[in-house]
């Protein structure tokens, strides 16, 4: 929901609004979702933090830095390892010790589709990390 949210705080005349986009999230209580979703905020505030968030009001930025968080999410600390991520037999080693869970499986498939190959992952984790 990335462009939806920026179109909302960004390109947009309202001065006020709520994160409907919230909505997508899981919390414990249901009804602290509904409380989060509800509360009305000033599109100033909410462009501040956006800001804050990805260094900028650029959207590519924001995208960009967003399928970094993901291989964070998929390979912890070892994102940064890159000489061994690139090696097939460390990927492999990798994936049969740590197999996916749900956000992890998620984060894969964002970044790297349902039916990534090797190369197809090599390829993605380097555009990602330049």
Not at 8 to 15: D, R, S, Y
Not at 25 to 51: A, D, F, P, S, T
Not at 90 to 107: H, V
Request: hydrophobic fraction near 40%; charge should be neutral; glycine fraction near 4%.
């Amino acid at each position: 929901m990335l462009d939806e949210v920026y179109q909302e705080i960004f390109c947009t005349t309202k001065e006020r609004t709520n994160r409907y986009w919230l909505s997508v999230c899981q919390l414990k209580k249901e009804k602290q979702l509904k409380v989060q979703v509800e509360r009305v905020y000033g599109i100033e505030y909410l462009q501040e933090k956006w800001i804050i968030a990805f260094g900028g009001e650029d959207i590519k930025q924001a995208r960009k830095f967003l399928k970094f968080m993901m291989l964070f999410i998929i390979f912890g600390s070892r994102v940064v390892d890159t000489d061994s991520l690139f090696d097939n037999g460390n990927l492999i080693e990798f994936f049969e010790k740590y197999p996916a869970d749900e956000d992890r499986l998620r984060a894969f498939n964002i970044c790297f589709g349902e039916y990534a190959d090797w190369h197809t992952l090599k390829a993605r984790m380097s555009k990602i990390l330049r």
